[in-house]
């Protein structure tokens, strides 16, 4: 699976393990930095790469890392078709592709160890889509959203030229 991979300083280090793990099972990695340790980079800089690498296509899913996964995941979801979900948990690495279809995992470097991110990362590229009808609905309601917010956007930006 062609995999994309982002972080930040506070994601970085745990970021280089997984992009080691990652390519020793078989994944092409697609690395959208950091690319060295920086104490003053913002995580958006990577993060929105990767996301728009993710809705266009050019990765099959993403992993974001920050020092808690939080900014990581409120920026990967302002990007239109990204369902991104900070998880901790095996459980919510899977659920979270078969009943949400998320495409981007978010973690913290800070908060979450090496043997479990990688635990996670393998029960989220593993895990499949459900597709069941429930599923299929709460999803068109969610791009709903995406496409209401895109139009009032456009609405506004027409109204203040």
Not at 13 to 18: I, R, T, V, W
């Amino acid at each position: 699976m062609r995999v994309g991979i982002a972080a930040d300083h506070g994601g970085f280090g745990l970021k280089e393990d997984l992009v080691a793990r990652l390519r020793a099972a078989g994944h092409e990695v697609a690395d959208f930095g950091a690319y060295q340790l920086n104490q003053g980079d913002d995580y958006p800089d990577f993060v929105t790469p990767l996301a728009h690498a993710v809705a266009a296509g050019t990765v099959e899913r993403g992993v974001a890392v920050c020092g808690s996964g939080v900014g990581a995941a409120v920026c990967a979801n302002k990007i239109p078709g990204i369902r991104a979900g900070l998880v901790s948990d095996h459980f919510s690495a899977r659920q979270g592709v078969e009943d949400d279809h998320m495409n981007i995992i978010c973690m913290g470097g800070r908060t979450v160890g090496p043997f479990l991110a990688w635990d996670l990362v393998e029960a989220f590229l593993a895990a499949e889509f459900g597709q069941a009808e429930r599923y299929l609905r709460r999803l068109d309601k969610v791009a709903s959203l995406e496409r209401e917010m895109s139009a009032g956007r456009s609405a506004s930006a027409r109204s203040e030229t």
